[in-house]
Nanobody, 124 residues
Framework: QVQLVESGGGLVQPGGSLRLSCAAS????????MAWFRQAPGKEREFVAT????????HYADSVKGRFTISRENAENTIYLQMNNLKPEDTAVYYC?????????????????WGQGTQVTVSS
């Protein structure tokens, strides 16, 4: 069993930055793809970014490319999402997820463990 715990969300003004963290309090993230998704009110949960075990390959949704950076620290069983130049449309609950395999994917059905989510609100 894997338990993922996100932190780092909050209220920030447009143009600001936040860094989200996701730690595995139980279980392991070894050799698994990891990803961030987000869900805004009234919308489907959408893919944000993914990273392979060794961190060599990353992939981003077009809406966040160039502004967000996903990274991971395997020794600490933790992944991060650095979010810069935040926009009001980035407002959502952000979830981290562990993949079923080591293959990169943006399909949420390919992820088997999810955190509880952390709220990010971008507003002036």
């Amino acid at each position: 069993q894997v338990q993922l715990v996100e932190s780092g969300g909050g209220l920030v003004q447009p143009g600001g930055s936040l860094r989200l963290s996701c730690a595995a309090s139980t279980g392991t993230l070894s050799y698994k793809i990891m990803a961030w998704f987000r869900q805004a009110p009234g919308k489907e949960r959408e893919f944000v970014a993914t990273i392979t075990w060794h961190g060599v390959y990353t992939h981003y949704a077009d809406s966040v490319k160039g502004r967000f950076t996903i990274s991971r620290e395997n020794a600490e069983n933790t992944i991060y999402l650095q979010m810069n130049n935040l926009k009001p449309e980035d407002t959502a609950v952000y979830y981290c997820a562990r993949g079923r395999s080591s293959s990169p994917t943006g399909d949420r059905n390919d992820y088997d463990y999810w955190g509880q989510g952390t709220q990010v609100t971008v507003s002036s």
